[in-house]
């Protein structure tokens, strides 16, 4: 009990330093590289301590039944505690960390998806270096699968008389909401025509005058940390286009199915950018690939382990198990009576554990993450969605549970074919 104490105490001050520290601050700490393999075992510990409460607490009440297989069934499985320890060290750590790969995985595909937002701005962007003309952005509005185009004027600008000379993206916000409504962006609400939201740099200004195409005087309306598909960090600000004098754009924001091939011979002189060509290009970083393949790797080695822990809890106590099943069916056990006794017995271990590995593995990200920097595999932004599609770990859980009532059937089905002579003389004094 004194080691197994020292485990949980490791394992919950080493969750609080990878929190506190991370894994970079003081160069690659093998300690932490650990917190996470050994937070599933101090969880294993924790379960394998407590669940023979609960699980003599249902003795009795099936005990007070007259059905006697679902009493002989966890009665059973609560004699065999000290021979399922294995099975639990192995089920419980297996699912937990398989569950947490497969959450980690979702977690940097989806800040993938968002970095390719912010980097693009819109499903698709074209960019000239010069104001493009009304008649090109209606031929561009004409063009098949096109939905809806935004019009965009980004510069450098002047703020004042000898002040400051950041960029600028003049855009009509409502507009632009509309073109990436089916993204993860969130866009600031539209603004009123005689302000601007700044960069961080520039949040000092309240009230200032901007050179552009004409002078206009504006106020600071708030801070915005970047503009995406235009400006992510430096000097900058982002102003309704009601304060240009003429409608001029030099870029363009687009929503629908167009080909980007179109899109360039309509605009030779200007650049075209998809949302999907940079979710690609993110995708198709070798070293992000090759995080991506371990973490699907774990995932299913992993679950390849834990489903070998539900065999291990056959055949550890097969023996005893067959004689105890032999010698019931002379007492008139029924096959299918046999069957349910064997997946009551197995009940415990997969009722228990499963859920507990599945809720640590769903925490375990939420709770180490930020103490990990995963930005490089996502685009440069920090992973913090931890909010993955459930059917991977859930299908998990199912899959072993599933597997177990198979293994205890096929067990039956194996015991049913020895001799019941052979079987009872086992271990009989001679």
Known sequence: MTLE?????????????????????????????????????AVALVVLRCYPYPLRLLVRVAGRGRAAVPFLGLARAARARSVSALPVLVLLPALSVSVFAAVIADGI??????????????????????????????????????ERVTLALRGRVQLGPGGEQPYAVAVDLAEWRRVAEDGPLALPAPIPAGSALLSPSLAGLDAFELRWLSPVRLGARGVIGSIPGFYQDGQFLLVPREVLPWPAANTLLIKGDVSPAELARLVPSATVE??????????????????????????????????????????????????AVSLLRT???????????????????????????????????????????????AGGLAVRDYSPDLLTPLALAAGLAGCAVLGARVHTALARRRNLGAVLRVGDPT
């Open 274 to 323: 998809t949302q999907e060509q940079a979710l690609a290009a993110l995708r198709a970083d070798p070293l992000t690939g090759t995080v991506r393949w371990t973490l699907l790797v774990v995932t299913v080695a992993l679950g390849a382990y834990a489903l070998a822990a539900i065999v291990l809890s056959l055949v550890v106590g097969a023996p005893e198990r067959a004689r």
């Open 109 to 146: 595909a989806a800040t993938q998806r968002l970095a390719s937002w912010q980097q693009v701005g819109a499903p698709v962007k074209v960019t000239s270096d010069t104001d493009l003309p009304a008649a090109t952005v209606a031929r561009v509005r004409a063009a098949p699968g096109v």
């Open 5 to 41: 104490a020292l485990v949980v105490v490791v394992a919950a001050a080493g969750a609080y330093l990878l929190r506190a520290r991370g894994l970079t601050a003081s160069g690659q700490d093998p300690f932490l590289l650990l917190i996470p393999v050994a937070l599933t075992l």
């Open 331 to 377: 007492l008139g056990l029924q096959e299918r009576q046999a069957a349910r006794l064997t997946v009551l017995e197995l009940l415990p271990l997969v009722v228990v554990t499963a859920p507990a590995g599945l809720v640590l593995g769903l925490v375990l990200p939420v709770a180490l993450g930020p103490g990990v920097d995963l930005s490089s595999y």
